[in-house]
């Protein structure tokens, strides 16, 4: 049977525990692309961090959406899109060990809406 932690390694644990959670947040947003970007938008107020990436994400949806919709004629095309939601989730894994990727010309955007 596993020992509970106890005093500051509970405090510890916890901090760990709640890293972990919020920093799923970001392979979340990325991963529905602009549904959880505009659902985490809504619901952050205060870090603005998520709402720089919940932002990019919208952004990054309408991209892929537009890129799919008006190329529809073409055979890569949704080769492109699934590119680029995978490109999406590697940005929300960066996201989440901390570091922050900025995507040419949707960061900029963002940046206005946080």
Do not use: C
């Amino acid at each position: 049977m596993a020992k509970k932690p106890r005093g500051r390694e509970a405090k510890t644990h916890e901090v760990k525990v709640e890293a972990k959670k919020s920093n799923f947040i970001y392979i979340l947003i990325y991963f529905f692309t602009w549904l959880s970007g505009l659902i985490a938008y809504l619901i952050e107020k205060k870090d603005k961090n998520i709402r720089f990436h919940a932002m990019q994400s919208i952004l990054l949806g309408i991209v892929i959406f537009v890129l799919t919709w008006f190329l529809f004629f073409l055979i890569i095309t949704p080769l492109i899109g699934f590119v680029l939601w995978l490109y999406g989730l590697y940005v929300g894994y960066k996201a989440s060990t901390g570091e922050t990727i900025r995507i040419p010309y949707l960061a900029e955007y963002a940046d206005k809406y946080v």
